[in-house]
């Protein structure tokens, strides 16, 4: 198609719509009214002659013809987006949208961001910390931190760290107590759990099991993030199994305790940064990841 005709309000129509599988929300991603949406997209199909969503009761499918044109039109206003945001700062701090989670974000990388921060006064980072991170392109976030297990995805996964578990505890617990015996001293403390399953418990059975130990652990508090466990057992009470990397400056402080520093268990977990293919040549994304792969490199 003459690039002249080519309906460029019928393609961002589609594309948000496509990316967010929903008028309604690609009109509230536009600005304007859904019918103006819907408007475009049928005039996008009428170019083109072919159908790209089939239309339901309950909602909308991209159909193949959609599936095929949606990453390709998706990469192509990204590269247009980065190269006009970078056009327009003209010497000022460019500015990188980046997601991190909670945890993760609280204990260590803010204050590594800091140092970044320092290091190049010309980046700006606008830093969120979602509890659930969906997706780069529907979040609209040029870095993300994640946590997941391997997985094969359309991004560039860099793994910043794989999680190894042991038991976390506060100092008063450990009072004139034996901890020759991890058993014992276990079964007499409440576990403390993280919520990273539909079984907020499996962490401390995989542990157990691969130690040795077969008491009961299916009790005790459960927790939607490590940074908030971390808070719980930081007033004396259980104990937590996380990895202590993200509490190196509570146990450096003496505020928390690892009892049994010997006995750990990679969980098939890790913290992941995430960026798209296209962005590895753009100035800012490029450096801010060079800087946070060489920052866990150990």
């Known amino acids: 198609m003459n690039r002249r005709l080519l309906p460029l309000n019928s393609l961002r129509a589609f594309e948000a719509t496509g990316v967010h599988n929903s008028i309604t929300k690609a009109a509230d991603t536009l600005s304007v009214t859904q019918s103006a949406v819907s408007r475009h997209v049928i005039n996008l ?3 083109l002659g072919i159908q790209l969503f089939e239309r339901h009761p309950h ?19 990204d590269a247009l987006e980065k190269k006009l945001d970078e056009l327009l700062v003209d010497g000022e701090a460019l500015q990188l949208k980046v997601a991190f989670p909670p945890s993760f974000a609280h204990y260590g990388a803010v204050p590594m961001l800091g140092q970044f921060q320092a290091e190049n006064n010309d980046i700006t980072i606008l830093l969120e910390t979602p509890r659930a991170f969906g997706d780069l392109r529907k979040e609209n976030m040029d870095l993300a931190v994640i946590y997941s297990a391997p997985q094969v995805t359309e991004y560039v996964m860099d793994l910043l760290w794989q999680e190894e578990v042991t038991p976390l505890c506060h100092p008063s617990l450990l009072h004139d107590v034996d901890v020759s015996d ?4 276990l079964a007499a403390h409440e576990p403390v759990h993280i919520k990273v399953s539909d079984n907020p418990r499996l962490t401390w059975e995989n542990w157990m099991r691969a130690h040795g130990m077969t008491f009961n652990r299916d009790y005790g508090p459960v927790f939607d993030a ?18 202590p990397k993200l509490f190196e400056q509570e146990i450096a402080a003496g505020q928390l305790k690892a009892p049994f520093p010997d006995l750990t268990r990679h ?9 798209r293919s296209e962005d590895m040549n753009h100035l800012g994304i490029q450096r801010l990841r060079d800087w946070l792969v060489l920052q866990f490199a150990d």
């Open 45 to 47: 199909e009428s170019i």
């Open 182 to 185: 991890p058993t014992a001293f």
């Open 267 to 275: 969980t098939g977990y890790g913290y992941y940064l995430v960026c």
């Open 59 to 77: 909602g909308l499918r991209l159909t193949e013809k959609g599936k095929s044109l949606l990453p390709t039109l998706t990469q192509a206003f």
């Open 226 to 243: 490590a940074h908030v466990a971390g808070q719980y057992i930081m007033h004396g009470r259980g104990v937590l199994l996380s990895d």
